[in-house]
Every structure is written in C-alpha cells, then in structure tokens.
C-alpha cells in the first residue's frame, strides 16, 4: 500500500474513531496521525491475537479503526491522569 493509502485509511479510519469516542476533537492532522498509528498497532494486535482482518483497503479501515479507537482511549486516560 502506498504512502497515499496509508493517508486516506488514516484520515477514515482517524475521522471514525473520533467520531465514535466523542469529546474534544483532535483535529484533522491528529486525526491522521491517529489513524495511521492505529492501523500499525490494530495490526500488530490483531496478529498478537491470531486474527486474521482480511485484506484490502476496507479491511485495512477496520483495523485502524479499531486500533484508533484504543489509541484514543489511552490518550483520554493519560490527559485526566
């Protein structure tokens, strides 16, 4: 996948999971951000775990999805710490 893919995953996969976990945005840039070290720590969790997450670019989507999501959590956990 290209450095272009890896943006718009980011930027969809980012864009979700603030959308999802609601409160203070991050803003587009961190939303990329997010999304893209969420799709490289979804797929490290969900090799860790055995899962196969499917391929191409919807598949993609789903694990820095999910990987976003969790990234998000722990920045949430570690600002009120």
Do not use: E, N
Request: hydrophobic share 60%; glycine share 26%.
């Amino acid at each position: 996948m290209g450095i272009i893919a890896w943006i718009i995953v980011g930027l969809i996969a980012g864009w979700g999971a603030g959308k999802v976990m609601k409160g203070g945005g991050y803003g587009v840039v961190m939303d990329i951000v997010l999304g893209i070290l969420g799709g490289l720590f979804g797929g490290w969790l969900f090799g860790a775990l055995g899962v196969w997450q499917g391929g191409g670019l919807i598949g993609s989507i789903i694990v820095a999805f999910i990987g976003a999501v969790i990234l998000i959590w722990i920045t949430r956990l570690i600002k009120k710490a």
